[in-house]
């Protein structure tokens, strides 16, 4: 600390390139979240950023280095305890922070039915400007924020993006997350309640296909992951995993639903710092195994062995298949350099990998870290980390650099010694375009 300073002292001027003692860090809460237990939360909560960083970057840009989300109670006098994810489980959050105008029209957009349902984002591939239109913003589009996905396996895993690469948002105020929350402080189940199992009351109708009367996401899977037959690739079959998974809605039988509620608080932790000419600025990237449905079944391993029990599931895709909100169309020409990337998996994953499939070089390999029950926090059987491939630190780890129609070959396993619903096998990255188009070239790349 007394070295930066020195350097403080001598060399400010730099600091902002250098990010020595730059780098600041805040707190927002969300409001309180109550939950019945057995149930869940898929709703988007509001939350106003700390007045100083309001004011410190009123007019101007920020650079987000990195955030974290935990679950916190309080007790009556304010004391905090973090909350295990046996008793509430992060199934994912998705995250975006600009002016509280434009926070609250995408809550306003967000709120209106089930975030993640038909005609609403799903995770990263998110039209924010036609969200916030709809919730009744008029004005220019600001530069907006939007956040990795998380999970309840991202939990105290690092994620700081090298310098000089931010995600820049324009005059900062306050965020809205979609926090898909699933309050399992219940008995013993057949299936566990955070896999979101579809219970026995629940209502599926296959000519109108929906269920309790509602559409649910839209099955997705790619032609070749759906000739798998896996059922999760339709309605029909389909046991239990996000599609019987919306806001408040059950996921234990009713036997299982007067146990009381529970309420937590989400609690963001912000690493930001001040955009200079130098900083890059910064997207978020999605890849799917599935193609694009977001979630499969994992059928239970008909081998004797157990340790032959692994599931494994790939997929070949453009590295931009799923961007998530850019400042542009990419020019043909641009360079798409790679700086994070994790796997998202649930429990039973045994960690992705990612190869650059024009030469079969691995990437990134994300292994799975399990809690150990030494800990509330470290809970036992469930995964408690997933630490990320990062890129761009040093000399000798130069970011991966693709061109936009370049592919990369994913890799997601499991144990499947069990049954599991809705397990993923998610890509969250975040890379840097080198150059957008002047003029609407792009067209013939077509995103899903």
Known sequence: MWVCGIMRAAASFILGFIGCGAVDEFVSYTEGITIKRGSVHNHPVLAELPEWIISKYSGKQMG???????????????????????????????????????????????????????????????????????????????????????????????????????QIVDSPEAFVAILHWINTKVPAQQSPPFECPCVSDRVFNYDNNTIDGTKPLNFACDEDFKATGNKACQLRGYPGGYRCCEDQAWVVEPEFRDLGEDTVYGKFTFRVDDVTPETKQVVSLNLDVTGNNAEYDLPVCSESDPSKCIHVVENVQYVLQAPGILPGKPSLKAKVQLLTARGH??????????????????????????????????????????????????????????GVFDKVRIVSYYNNTQHHMGVMGLWFMQGYISEYAQVEQFDQFVVV
């Not at 039209?127 to 998380?150: D, S």
């Not at 990998?353 to 399990?370: F, H, I, P």
């Open 64 to 166: 987000v280095v990195s955030f974290q989300l935990d679950i916190v109670s309080k007790d009556e006098h304010g004391n905090e305890r973090r909350v295990p994810l046996p008793e509430i489980y992060n199934h994912h959050s998705i995250q975006a922070m600009s002016t509280m105008d434009v926070s609250a029209a995408l809550y306003e957009s967000w709120k209106k039915a089930d975030p993640l349902g038909p005609d609403a984002p799903h995770c990263g591939r998110v039209e924010l400007e036609k969200h916030a239109r709809h919730g009744g913003y008029k004005g220019a589009m600001p530069n907006i924020w939007f956040g990795p996905v998380g999970g309840a396996e991202y939990r105290d895993a690092d994620r700081d993006l090298p310098i000089p690469y931010r």
């Open 345 to 402: 998996q649930h429990v039973a994953g045994l960690g992705s990998e990612m190869y650059d499939y024009q030469t079969g070089k691995l990437l990134c390999r994300t292994e799975n870290r399990y809690g150990d029950g030494s800990s509330e926090i470290d809970a036992d059987g469930f995964v408690v980390g997933i630490p990320p491939c990062v890129w761009g630190q040093n000399s000798s780890n130069q970011p991966p650099s693709f």
